[in-house]
């Protein structure tokens, strides 16, 4: 079965800190809600290319734990 590749992993920055990461499959939406989000940030940008939702989680779990493994066990501010 072909898998849809329309996934990608996404970084949010506030004055070059990440503050989140996240998946997504429509960056425009992504996008705007977080405009509309009382979140302060500088930069938002996908840093994969598409991929299927599993690759995708896969991706955001190995680049949270990097994060956390520089930054005292700490996930971003804005990521629970």
Do not use: G, K, N, V
């Given at each position: 079965m072909l898998q849809v590749k329309d996934t990608f992993v996404y970084v949010v920055k506030n004055q070059g800190e990440i503050v989140l990461m996240g998946v997504s499959n429509d960056f425009e939406?992504?996008?705007?809600?977080?405009?509309?989000?009382s979140m302060e940030f500088t930069e938002?940008?996908?840093v994969t290319e598409d991929m299927t939702g599993e690759q995708a989680e896969l991706v955001l779990e190995k680049l949270l734990s990097e994060y956390r493994q520089t930054h005292e066990g700490l996930n971003p501010l804005y990521n629970f």
């Open positions: 939406a992504t996008q705007d809600e977080h405009d509309h989000s938002i940008r996908p």
